[in-house]
């Protein structure tokens, strides 16, 4: 059974892709900072930092920027099928299922890059300030 | 705005939801764990800050960095936890389905916006820290 979102539902579709698409970016942008710190941290360590530190961290900074990339790439994707229920008739629950499996991919990549980024902030917490200096 | 009303998705697309929100429950779970990891990280940066004095005030602005990134990840964490119901409840109810959906997209995109204006107010922080970094080693 085909199913037509209205006009107001459209809007907030719109709105959704229009953010996604904003946050997709800012995800890019984040995972090259994190590939360029990380990259930073393993071939130019700070030498007042403890030996062997800031290639750990690096090491996991650059490992956090894969599924920072991933995340973008799937919520960008998600963007554009949320934008298609918006601009398009006929199609909106395929248009609808699409964003829904993307958005998956996307918040599943946000996972894990949250359990990489809580490593490395855990790192931070126990290496860089054991006596709070 | 439309409610739906009558329209159900298919078992396939049922399925579809319940694993975007079995996602968004774990994002929601890392977003509570990272908050809590940024408290204890605020928490050693304001007793370098206490016991340097002046000095520590490098550590004093990533403090207040950290405090702000957690409340942010911890309101993040909850909203996501928020569309994650929206979007279990496609598929365990219904008469309701497109309601729900309407009601999970809504959550999903104010809480993007609310992340698109921590990513500017952290980024400011971020620059603050440094620059305070700078002046501290001149």
Redesign the interface.
């Known amino acids: 059974?085909a199913?037509e979102?209205?006009a107001?539902?459209n809007e907030?579709?719109d709105?959704?892709s229009k953010?996604?698409r904003?946050?997709a970016r800012?995800g890019t942008a984040l995972a090259l900072l994190l590939a360029a710190g990380g990259l930073a941290g393993v071939l130019l360590p700070p030498p007042h930092l403890p030996r062997g530190v800031a290639p750990a961290v690096g090491a996991l900074t650059l490992l956090g920027a894969l599924p920072a990339g991933w995340a973008a790439r799937h919520l960008d994707a998600a963007s554009k099928s949320?934008g298609l229920v918006a601009s398009t008739e006929g199609h909106d629950?395929p248009h609808?299922?699409d964003a829904?499996?993307r958005?998956?991919?996307a918040?599943?990549a946000?996972?894990v890059m949250?359990?990489v980024?809580?490593v490395v902030?855990?790192a931070?917490?126990a290496m860089l300030?054991p006596r709070?200096? | 705005m439309s409610d739906g009303k009558g329209y159900e998705f298919s078992a396939e697309h049922d399925a579809l939801f319940a694993a975007l929100g079995g996602a968004l429950g774990r994002a929601s779970l890392g977003l509570a764990a990272l908050a809590l990891l940024f408290v204890a990280l605020s928490a050693e940066a304001w007793h370098s800050l206490w016991f340097n004095g002046p000095v520590g005030a490098f550590f004093g602005v990533l403090a207040l960095a950290g405090v702000v990134l957690a409340m942010v990840l911890g309101h993040t964490a909850w909203s996501l936890s928020r569309a994650r119901r929206s979007v279990l409840a496609v598929g365990q109810t219904t008469g309701h389905d497109v309601g729900h959906v309407l009601d999970a997209m809504r959550t999903l995109r104010d809480t993007l916006r609310r992340l698109e204006a921590a990513a500017v107010a952290v980024t400011a922080l971020v620059v603050i820290a440094y620059l305070a970094h700078h002046g501290r080693h001149g």
């Open positions: 059974m199913y979102f209205s107001q539902d907030l579709f709105t959704m953010s996604s904003r946050m800012a949320i629950v609808v299922a829904v499996g958005l998956r991919d918040f599943n946000l996972a949250l359990l980024d809580g902030v855990a931070v917490v300030f709070g200096a």
